[in-house]
């Protein structure tokens, strides 16, 4: 049976697909921009020629020149024909090179990376069906995550989403005590730490890995004497009496998200509050069918899902749940009081309460 070949849709999307890998190519030259330090020998600098650019960075011209005009045909840089120099705009600057942006989008092009560097532990998972925790991925994965977070976080979390909970604030000024589950490399821990130093802050985390660098990282903000990190997991940690709980970005991961909660019930002291951040989803799938959708259920397919699968529980959310299905996870947990408190492109940031 012949099949029709509408050549209108056929050539739109072969230059969709197209776009899609000159974007993967791309991908390369970023990460390549910024561990060079390209882009910080660009940022600030006004025009540069190649020869400029290289010898700022320490790198070969010719190498350079064919970098430079590589992110000239991604529209990253600005070319002059007329003086052969390269401008990166500022705008341009606070994606790319500005350490302390809260836009800054460098350090997730490190998650891709690692996708490839780990296809093959992909392939196996899909044919098996078995688990790939987080540990087991390449180490830019993490790095990736924990850097792109912090920048993300401290836009967000102190001045906007802790405000968004009832009470909240006025506790952590007075003195509370506070849960970070699944704290990663510590990073929202010490926003809050450097926020609140009335407050007493504990991180658990299964990567000892990430432990020994959250450890490191509170070392080096100064708030090593109001923060705890120990190795555990969402669903026995030790401690009780919390007034504050979070899961940043990290329930989704977990294999039994309502034992997580479960547990959480149980440790927070009277009137506490859950703080639950995850990747902001719609309920339905062809509403998540836009460029952040696309994005997280990438992720999701081969880190999320696969490290939720990991852990043997009776849950793969993913990273697009959608509020609906957490908030059934909590109900099954014991909590009556639910409410989307704030959102964002990013993040749904959702309030429980026994």
Known sequence: MAVYIDETKLEAFVGQVLGDL??????????????????????????????EVAERAGCAERYVREWLNSQVAAAYLEYDPDTETYLLPPEHAAVLADRESPTLLIPAFNVPA???HDEEKAIHAFRTGEGVPWGAHHERLACGIAAFYKNAYGATLVPHWLPALDGVVEQLEAGAKVADIGCGFGHSTVLMAQAFPNSRFYGFDTHEPSIDAARRNVSEAGVADRVT??????????????????????????????????????????????????PFAADAVEDNAHTIGRLYYSASTVLCTAHAISENGGHALGAQAGEARLAEVFAEAGFSHWRRAAESPFNLVLEARA
């Open 22 to 51: 000159a974007a993967c190519y791309g991908g390369v030259m970023v990460s390549l921009g910024d561990r060079l330090g390209l882009y910080d020998a660009l940022a600030g600098a006004g025009p540069l020629t190649s020869a």
């Open 114 to 116: 690692s996708m490839w």
């Open 229 to 278: 990190f120990t190795t555990g997991n969402a669903t026995d940690f030790a401690e009780d009496g919390f007034d504050l709980i979070c899961f940043f970005d990290a329930l989704h991961d977990m294999g039994d998200p309502v034992g997580a909660a479960r547990q959480a019930r149980a440790a927070l002291a009277e009137g506490g509050t859950v703080m639950l951040i995850e």
